[in-house]
């Protein structure tokens, strides 16, 4: 039954019917009053998301955009970053940074592993005139989440040095309290834990941010902030933005509010710890080192002589549900289980059921049928 394929990938997720319907309405004007209410009530609803007294601009285009708004703003050609790279988006930071000429030093831990945050400390230390340190807080590729908070307490420090994160897999999941890490920039994109359909992103800038942009001379048009900033004081947008995604997102933000961000939180953590543990029970090991899962990504390596992409293809084909394979060098051997944004508990337990269907199917289950589920459901009924 193909119309009733349930995405568990890592964007773009499900959506719900009520943001859904917001989306088939008829577009108004960009410039009308009615569309000003939309952009002040959003703007203020992702600044509560961001925890955050500073701006939040709504960018039409894609996670990368905001990615890339957030690297010409602040920067300089020539300008000395740190970049951590422990997957493909770390990869992606690295390549955006080099397009616009800043001198990159990387930071590299091996797919699965987190990054140190000793060695920023170390360069931040070392040499004076680093201008950004930029990351990916939950990085999708392999399922880990990297020590943020730490990263940006070291950074703090400096008067010079500005924080930039790819929040796309964490804003709306994990908890990301801007102004209280002090992170100075976050990118975040509508298809993650948003909720909607992908064609919004997101960039939060900090004072400090502002003031980087104000040194800032790398070439932009589209996507300056400043023109977004301006705007958005007025409530308006300095193009036309997605009108209708306008609308879903005003939507998504009140579900979001409704349901409050602790217990926002609290439900992917524990999606999370009932995704590893059944893996676990099942004699499959999680990819991302111990400790350092996503609550939005739980990356499965499939040992035993399975192949991952088998795994994928039969769950799609016989259950009508999209899980993600390995990127790279990783594909057919992890599969990757989203459990971010509209999940409820028994997507985790259908998720987890095809997948031991599956080995069952390819007759290499290690545990008794139901293993699995069994695990996944004590962790369900956990108390919070
Ligand atoms: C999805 C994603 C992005 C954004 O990708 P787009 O395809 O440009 O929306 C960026 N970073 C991470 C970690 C992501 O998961």
């Known amino acids: 039954m193909k119309e009733k394929l349930t995405l568990m990938i890592p964007g773009p997720t499900p959506v719900p019917e009520r943001v859904l319907k917001a989306l088939g309405k008829h577009p108004i004007g960009h410039r009308s009053p009615e569309f000003q209410e939309i952009v002040k009530s959003t703007t203020n609803l992702l600044k509560w998301l961001h925890q955050t007294k500073g701006d939040v601009l709504t960018i039409t285009g894609s996670?990368?955009?905001?990615?890339?708004?957030?690297?010409?703003?602040?920067?300089?050609?020539?300008?000395?970053?740190?970049?951590?790279?422990n997957g493909k988006f770390g990869e992606r930071w690295v390549k955006v940074a080099k397009a616009y000429g800043l001198n990159v030093t990387t930071v590299k831990?091996?797919?699965?592993?987190?990054?140190?945050?000793?060695?920023?400390k170390r360069i931040l230390n070392e040499e004076k005139d680093i201008r950004a340190v930029i990351i990916t807080h939950s990085e999708t590729s392999t399922g880990v989440i990297n020590n943020l908070e730490e990263i940006s307490r070291a950074v703090k420090s400096h008067q010079n040095t500005i924080m930039i994160a790819d929040c796309v897999t964490s804003i709306g999941s994990s908890n990301v309290p801007m102004?209280?890490?002090?992170?100075?920039?976050?990118?975040?994109?509508?298809q993650k834990g948003y909720m909607m359909p992908p064609g919004l992103s997101f960039v939060a800038m900090s004072q400090k941010a502002w003031e980087a942009n104000e040194r800032s001379n790398l070439p932009k048009f589209y996507l300056d902030l400043l023109s977004y900033k301006k705007a958005a004081d007025k409530n308006s947008n300095p193009y036309t933005p997605?009108?209708?995604?306008?609308?879903?997102?005003?939507?998504?933000?009140?579900l979001m509010k409704e349901e409050g961000l602790d217990s926002i939180f609290k439900r992917h953590n524990k999606h999370m710890k009932a995704t590893q543990e059944a893996m676990n029970?099942?004699?499959?090991?999680?990819?991302a080192k111990k400790g350092y899962g996503s609550p939005s990504i739980t990356s499965v390596v499939a040992n035993?002589?399975?192949?991952?992409?088998?795994?994928?293809?039969?769950?799609?084909?016989?259950?009508?549900?999209?899980?993600?394979?390995?990127?790279?060098?990783?594909?057919?051997?992890?599969?990757?289980?989203?459990?971010?944004?509209?999940?409820?508990?028994r997507d985790i337990l259908t998720a987890v059921a095809a997948i031991e269907a599956a080995i069952e199917h390819m007759g290499a289950s290690k545990k008794p049928l139901g293993t699995g589920v069994s695990t996944a459901v004590k962790i369900l009924l956990e108390k919070d």
């Not at 831990?109 to 920023?120: C, I, K, M, Q, V």
């Not at 084909?317 to 989203?338: E, P, S, T, Y």
């Open 281 to 287: 029970s099942m004699g499959l090991t999680l990819f």
């Open 63 to 85: 996670g990368t955009a905001a990615m890339e708004a957030g690297i010409i703003n602040t920067l300089s050609k020539g300008d000395k970053v740190i970049c951590g790279e």
């Open 179 to 190: 102004d209280k890490w002090g992170i100075d920039v976050i990118a975040s994109g509508s």
């Open 109 to 120: 831990a091996p797919w699965g592993d987190p990054l140190d945050p000793e060695s920023f």
């Open 304 to 345: 035993n002589n399975l192949n991952a992409e088998e795994i994928r293809k039969y769950i799609k084909n016989k259950f009508d549900i999209l899980i993600a394979g390995g990127q790279d060098h990783l594909k057919g051997k992890i599969f990757r289980i989203g459990h971010l944004g509209f999940i409820n508990d």
């Open 242 to 254: 997605g009108v209708n995604l306008y609308f879903a997102l005003e939507e998504t933000l009140k």
